[in-house]
């Protein structure tokens, strides 16, 4: 299995009679193969849920495209059999007026018409349990009787019960609390066992690292850093990246200001999407990355290296590759 | 107000009221069976339209036939006395009761059905079909009714209780079309509708498995206020000359009472029991959907 965005686009058209228009996401290219987890890191309003919801098929992409194993996505019966999602806020994914499990019965009638309340019923009671959830605690409950992790887990069991391939899991940790996020986080870990891709939308950066083999980080709708986690992580290039990375709190540490992002120093040209190849499986948008750059791609085709380069970053930058 | 103030005490949302899980359905029952308001509403409703169903059976001769002495006051025989011609205002009464909850029902139901399918369509869809429907719907809201009526009735001519109903229907839907909108709007963006997509639910089945349940009171509420408000145009409609031509309706019965000069005759018993039907039946509607109002809505329950 793999899910590829192929510059995916969404421009939204606002204002009286859609005169004005704003674009939401801006030629985003990534891949999500099987048996990983992929998290989409970006600040609210940088596009990570639409894009997440463009690859549910909730929205309609403006341009670009989106293939499942080759195949281009036509959001139907079929392609939820194998993609599903989660989303942010448990208590209202579920229908208030109706008992949580209910969630189960609409796939049963969707795609498991043939089966008997008996067999079915066992099914439930097994995803159930592959979720670590008591069936006997969650079925015929309403969902202001259970809590947040228990609603999410409800939902990824409701996922489970399909031949999934990939599950689009949208901030889901956002609302719950800090033990029983990392309860759900290791059912996705457990989940990306089974050779599922997983792709984990979120703003927190130390859940991304947790748990995703690659790391995306959105900003106003592109791409500005992508690659292996521990290399976005431990080397990141883009001042984008850095400024997230030292916006996360710790112990003992204070606080200190990243440079702010200024504009972009040059402008890539010939780069696939836009991004640069920093080092294997390290990619980074258009350059804002100074030295790096320079040093990286010189002498590759297409690479253009532009010597405007502000001394002190550039040291700064040249450190950071080294290694510190 | 009384069952209001003894019911608030026992939400059964309480955490030490928690024994049974209490469902949202039985939750209402308790709560509408506690309402005084909604139980002398529709106590008052039930009891008039049991006359007008079980009333009828009991009566031999038709409503309009000239059965008795002319112009007498209630009399063990003629329960609310005759009219000038003599027919029997009583037996008048129960099968005016009878016409005018069927005008008021098939009323309510068309407009209800067409407010309801306009609205969930606009709101759910949103975009280029919300414009039309909502441009229909601000137009059939400013058409003037009453002219409309007369023009029809100049040309085709309202004979019967349903072609009455049916065009009052056809032209009292938008309001209800607006609301039920506006409610739909809301509820089109939570995550379960989201959720049922994923599930390979398609439009139709969401509207009306996701999003109707969610406005069950809402709807019910509407329909009752247009049943109410149906009942109000069909009787002003025979009062003044355009309601149905045949039969008898309660407002036929005033408009025949204020026709033969009954008010100055002093033959009070022909007109007072009509009015005080209409004024009954849509009193306690309204009386009733308030206290629907109450059982449905939390935030009114807690006074």
């Known amino acids: 299995m793999m899910l590829r965005l192929d510059n995916v686009t969404k421009v939204y058209k606002v204002g009286a009679f859609g005169g004005k228009t704003l674009t939401a996401v801006d030629r985003v290219s990534f891949d999500v193969p099987e048996g990983q987890v992929v998290s989409l890191i970006g600040e609210s309003g940088s596009g990570k849920s639409t894009l997440g919801r463009m690859i549910l098929g909730l929205v309609p992409v403006t341009a670009g495209s989106i293939t499942l194993d080759g195949a281009p996505v036509r959001p139907g019966k079929e392609y939820y059999r194998h993609v599903q999602g989660v989303f942010q806020d448990p208590f209202s994914t579920f229908n208030p007026v109706f008992k949580a499990d209910r969630v189960f019965q609409l796939i049963r009638e969707a795609y498991f018409p043939a089966a008997t309340a008996a067999e079915w019923d066992e099914r439930v009671r097994a995803a159930l349990r592959d979720v670590r959830l008591d069936p006997d605690q969650v079925l015929g409950k309403y969902p202001h009787q259970l809590s947040g992790g228990q609603l999410q887990r409800v939902l990824i069991a409701r996922a489970l019960l399909l031949d999934l391939k990939l599950l689009v899991a949208d901030e889901i940790t956002s609302m719950l609390d800090a033990s029983t996020r990392i309860d759900v986080l290791n059912l996705l870990a457990e989940i990306k066992g089974r050779g599922l891709g997983v792709l984990y939308i979120t703003h927190d950066l130390s859940l991304g690292n947790y748990l995703a083999e690659r790391t995306v980080v959105l900003r106003h709708g592109t791409v500005v850093e992508m690659g292996a986690t521990d290399k976005v992580f431990g080397r990141p290039l883009h001042p984008y990246t850095r400024q997230l990375l030292s916006a996360v709190p710790r112990l003992h540490d204070p606080w200190e200001d990243a440079e702010p992002v200024t504009s972009c120093l040059y402008h890539d040209s010939g780069a696939a999407g836009g991004l640069a190849e920093a080092e294997e499986d390290h990619f980074v948008a258009c350059a804002r990355l100074e030295g790096c750059r320079e040093e990286r791609l010189e002498g590759r085709p297409g690479g253009r290296p532009e010597g405007v380069l502000k001394g002190r970053l550039e040291g700064r930058l040249k450190g950071r590759l080294e290694g510190r | ?303």
């Open chain 2, 1 to 303: 107000m009384t069952a209001l103030q003894e019911a608030a005490p026992r939400d059964p949302r309480d955490p030490r009221d928690a024994a049974a899980p209490v469902s949202g359905r039985r939750e209402a029952l308790h709560f509408a069976l506690r309402n005084g308001k909604l139980l002398a509403g529709a106590g008052v409703v039930l009891v008039l339209l049991l006359l007008g169903l079980i009333g009828p059976l009991t009566i031999d001769a038709p409503p309009n036939e000239y059965v008795g002495p002319p112009m007498q006051g209630p009399s063990p025989e003629y329960w609310f006395g005759t009219t000038t011609f003599g027919q029997d205002v009583f037996a008048q009464f129960v099968y005016g009761l009878r016409t005018t909850f069927a005008a008021g029902l098939l009323g309510g139901v068309v407009a209800s059905l067409i407010g309801m399918v306009v609205g969930f369509l606009a709101g759910f869809r949103g975009g280029l079909l919300d414009e039309i429907l909502n441009m229909l719907t601000n137009i059939v809201l400013v058409i003037p009714t009453l002219a409309v009526l007369l023009i029809i009735n100049a040309y085709l001519g309202i004979r019967s209780v349903a072609a009455q109903a049916i065009f009052i229907g056809l032209t009292s839907w938008p309001w209800a079309a607006r609301a039920i909108r506006a409610q739909t709007f809301s509820l089109r963006g939570r995550d379960f509708v989201d959720l049922a997509r994923l599930s390979g639910s398609n439009t139709w089945k969401i509207i009306t498995r996701e999003i109707a349940p969610n406005m069950s009171s809402y709807l019910l509420l509407t329909f009752i206020l247009l049943f109410g408000n149906s009942i109000l145009i069909a009787s002003s409609l025979d009062f003044i000359g355009l309601g149905p031509t045949e039969g008898v309706s309660l407002g036929l019965m005033l408009q025949n009472a204020s026709q033969w000069s009954a008010m100055q005759l002093g033959m009070w018993w022909w007109f007072i029991p009509p009015g005080a039907g209409i004024t009954a039946i849509v009193g306690a509607l309204y009386v009733a959907n308030v206290g629907l109002d109450e059982v449905f809505n939390p935030k009114l329950r807690e006074t």
